[in-house]
């Protein structure tokens, strides 16, 4: 089994950055996608970015200033979250895809004011 934390959400002001890292353990070598996704106030949960075999796909709101990592593979996936609007402002979940399982993290918030 796998099981994944989230870190790195916090309050920050529009323009600003932040890092979000997500620590996966437990069968890790079974991992074939890792994921970020966000869910605002009253809204549904919405995908952000992927990573399969170290090629990023991005929802096209935060295509050119996110960036999503999963460096060698290995056990941790990052999210990099530059020029952050307050539509921005969610929790944000980690992901891991395996052959046969789908599994979340508890969330991350990430608060842009403006």
């Known amino acids: 089994q796998v099981q994944l934390v989230e870190s790195g959400g916090g309050l920050v002001q529009a323009g600003g950055s932040l890092r979000l890292s997500c620590a996966a353990s437990?069968?890790?070598?079974?991992?074939?996608?890792m994921e970020w996704y966000r869910q605002a106030p009253g809204k549904r949960r919405e995908l952000v970015a992927t990573?399969?075999?170290?090629?990023?796909n991005y929802a096209d709101s935060v295509r050119g200033r996110f960036t999503i990592s999963r460096p060698n593979a290995k056990n941790t996936a990052t999210l990099q979250m530059n020029s952050l609007k307050p539509e921005d402002t969610g929790v944000y979940y980690c992901?891991?895809?395996?052959?046969?399982?789908?599994?979340w993290g508890q969330g991350t918030l990430v608060t842009v004011s403006s």
């Open positions: 992901h891991a895809r395996t052959l046969v399982a789908s599994i």
């Open positions: 437990g069968s890790t070598f079974t991992i074939v996608t």
């Open positions: 990573v399969t075999g170290g090629t990023p």
